[in-house]
Nanobody
């Protein structure tokens, strides 16, 4: 499975961004997807996850009120809508592919994208 994130960039605080994750090489099928981020000198942080059919989602408390995960009309696309961005949201954002459930730890995911940089200026 090959995952590619897009949609990152430099924005001002209070702005919105929508990240896209596109899969290739193997259909999503029944697999589930997650979003993580990693800032310099920090561990990789869980943000959100969505079940293969879009029927269930899971969020980190820290972003639940501002971020929304969703699936596109085709099974191989997942989005992360980020609103009211803050400078502390600055990080590299990754999507990942899980075989079972909606894990909140990186070890629960078997494939990762290369990441997309999000920078929020104050």
């Amino acid at each position: 499975v090959h995952l590619v994130e897009s949609g990152g960039g430099l924005v001002q605080a209070g702005s919105s961004l929508r990240l896209t994750c596109t899969a290739s090489g193997h259909p999503f099928g029944d697999y589930n997807m997650g979003w993580f981020r990693q800032a310099p000198n920090n561990e990789r942080e869980f943000l959100a996850a969505i079940r293969w059919d879009g029927g269930s989602t899971r969020y980190a408390d820290s972003v639940q009120d501002r971020f929304t995960v969703s699936r596109g009309s085709t099974r191989n696309t997942v989005f992360l809508q980020m609103n009211s961005l803050k400078p502390e949201d600055t990080a590299i954002y990754y999507c990942a592919y899980a075989r079972i459930g909606l894990p909140i730890t990186p070890g629960g995911y078997s494939s990762w994208g290369q990441g997309t940089q999000v920078t929020v200026s104050s």
